[in-house]
């Protein structure tokens, strides 16, 4: 059985930002199978890319990271465009990658799967039905939500949502997609929402501005730890989901352990590309920024 078995396409990313502009693989698969690399976890990524862009894997697989692959016809190829405020992005979608199918997982078990969905039709309801049970899931909701209209990322409504839902442990959403989930401005009754319809831990982020978890009735509430200089906020909430999954699957409560996701993912905005950093580096600058926060 692995720890966490993470289900998402890598894609071509092409990141601008005010400072530069970067060609380079992307998505949940690639930033969140990066950042567990890092940790000490037994770990499976199930993906989909066109063979023209293999070399991807090989690179994960050099890292030591045990890849499954779905040979697709094409990569998924997105456009980001960043604002000053990296709060900010656009998006265009260039090509689209095959959906992933439950045969796919039929003989997975793990404790944790994370499903990162990058857009509607990736993961279909049936997938998460032939998963449940086998382990518990986390969803990155992001995808459900995005329908591609003339090569732009548009908001899309997700009629499975509570069909789906109730099979979901941890949900992680930011605050424009708890909004166009649930439908509702008030972030905690979006929260309390989610956790009717079957949500375990409902972990919603707010870049800059930290980020909040609903679970069991309370509301934890963790602020952003931000290092001096923000390069790249591409795949940071890929990054604070692989922190925090990393911690709950060790058996750590959710405070501590989405403090340790903040203090990742902010690390990993200081540098481009995905976190390369180590376990000790992050609680390091943990250690560093909370006693800044308490001077």
Same mark, same amino acid.
């Given at each position: 059985?692995?720890?966490?078995?993470?289900?998402?396409?890598?894609?071509?990313?092409?990141?601008?930002?005010?400072?530069?502009?970067?060609?380079?693989?992307?998505?949940?698969?690639?930033?969140?199978?990066?950042?567990?690399?890092?940790?000490?976890?037994?770990? /499976?990524?199930?993906?989909?890319?066109?063979?023209?862009?293999?070399?991807?894997?090989?690179? =994960?697989?050099?890292?030591?990271?045990?890849?499954?692959?779905?040979?697709?016809?094409?990569?998924?190829?997105?456009?980001?465009?960043?604002?000053?405020?990296?709060?900010?992005?656009?998006?265009?979608?260039?090509?689209?990658?095959?959906?992933?199918?439950?045969?796919?997982?039929?003989?997975? #078990?793990?404790?944790?799967?994370?499903?990162?969905?990058?857009?509607?039709?990736?993961?279909?309801?049936?997938?998460?039905?032939?998963?449940?049970?086998?382990?518990? $899931?986390? =969803?990155?909701?992001?995808?459900?939500?995005?329908?591609?209209?003339?090569?732009?990322?548009?908001?899309?409504? !997700?009629?499975?949502?509570?069909?789906? /839902?109730?099979?979901?442990?941890?949900?992680?959403?930011?605050?424009?997609?708890?909004?166009?989930?649930? /439908?509702?401005?008030?972030?905690?009754?979006? %929260?309390?929402? /989610?956790?009717? !319809?079957?949500?375990?831990?409902?972990?919603?982020?707010?870049?800059?501005?930290?980020?909040?978890?609903?679970?069991?009735?309370? &509301?934890? #509430?963790?602020?952003?730890?931000?290092?001096?200089?923000?390069?790249?906020?591409?795949?940071?909430?890929?990054?604070?989901? %692989?922190?925090?999954?990393?911690?709950?699957?060790?058996?750590?409560? $959710?405070?501590?352990?989405?403090? &340790?996701?903040?203090?990742?993912?902010?690390?990993?905005?200081?540098?481009?590309?995905?976190?390369?950093?180590?376990?000790?580096?992050?609680?390091?600058?943990?250690? #560093?920024?909370? !006693?800044?926060?308490?001077?």
């Amino acid at each position: 059985m692995y720890d966490i078995c993470c289900v998402g396409h890598i894609t071509s990313d092409r990141v601008i930002n005010a400072h530069t502009v970067m060609d380079m693989p992307g998505g949940t698969a690639l930033y969140f199978s990066s950042a567990v690399s890092r940790l000490k976890l037994n770990y /499976l990524l199930i993906t989909g890319l066109a063979e023209t862009e293999m070399r991807y894997v090989t690179t =994960l697989r050099d890292k030591g990271i045990r890849v499954q692959v779905q040979p697709s016809a094409h990569t998924v190829y997105f456009e980001n465009i960043y604002a000053e405020n990296q709060d900010h992005r656009t998006q265009n979608v260039l090509q689209k990658a095959d959906p992933f199918t439950p045969d796919q997982v039929q003989d997975v #078990t793990a404790k944790i799967f994370h499903l990162g969905p990058l857009l509607a039709d990736d993961i279909s309801l049936q997938f998460i039905q032939s998963i449940a049970g086998r382990g518990r $899931i986390s =969803l990155d909701v992001q995808g459900y939500l995005r329908a591609v209209e003339n090569r732009k990322v548009i908001t899309a409504y !997700w009629p499975d949502k509570q069909e789906a /839902l109730q099979y979901v442990d941890i949900l992680k959403a930011d605050i424009a997609e708890l909004q166009a989930l649930t /439908l509702c401005d008030d972030v905690a009754t979006g %929260a309390r929402i /989610l956790a009717h !319809w079957g949500v375990k831990e409902v972990v919603i982020t707010d870049g800059s501005q930290g980020s909040l978890i609903y679970s069991g009735g309370l &509301f934890y #509430t963790i602020p952003a730890y931000t290092p001096a200089s923000v390069i790249d906020a591409t795949g940071c909430g890929d990054t604070y989901m %692989a922190g925090y999954l990393y911690k709950r699957v060790k058996g750590i409560g $959710i405070q501590k352990a989405a403090e &340790f996701a903040a203090a990742m993912s902010g690390l990993k905005t200081a540098t481009p590309g995905p976190f390369t950093g180590t376990e000790e580096e992050v609680n390091l600058f943990l250690s #560093t920024q909370k !006693w800044l926060m308490n001077k």
